[in-house]
């Protein structure tokens, strides 16, 4: 509901009559919607992956936003690594990435990008159950 409200706030074009333009782009979006239940077939299908996403097949999705330069972990995060491919290889260089679309739709978002933000803004629900 509040993302609906907030993407009708952002189609306002006069900002001398909001409540009016906000009154129209309602009716507008709900004519079209109207329209996509009785004919399915007017509905473009642009249902693909974001731009700049990468696809790791089975459902999951890397989604940005990500390390602009190849990253070399140190530490504690080079020793978890390791101990997880299970090898005496070097580590290599990788890239980070913010968020990973799950096959169930839900988003797992990394500490990486969310220490940034404010502690307001923090989403505690990182923890994600692997089967």
């Known amino acids: 509901m509040e993302r ?3 993407n009708l706030g952002q189609e ?3 900002p ?3 409540y009016e333009n906000l009154a129209e782009e309602g009716v507008r979006r709900s004519r079209v919607n109207a ?3 009785i ?4 509905d473009d299908g642009m249902h693909g992956l974001p731009k700049g996403s990468v696809d790791l097949q089975d459902g999951f999705v890397l989604l940005r936003k990500r390390d602009k330069r190849p990253w070399l972990p140190s530490g504690e995060e080079a020793h978890i690594i390791s101990e997880f491919i299970r090898g005496s290889r070097p580590l290599y260089r990788f890239r980070r990435w913010a968020r990973l ?4 739709g839900q988003i797992a978002r990394s500490l990486w990008r969310e220490k940034f933000k404010p502690s307001t803004q923090i989403r505690i629900s990182r923890n994600v159950k692997v089967v």
């Open 16 to 18: 001398s009559k909001p």
């Open 12 to 14: 306002i074009r006069q």
């Open 35 to 37: 329209l996509l239940v």
């Open 101 to 104: 679309c799950l096959p169930n």
């Open 39 to 42: 004919m399915p077939e007017l």
């Open 4 to 6: 609906t409200i907030g």
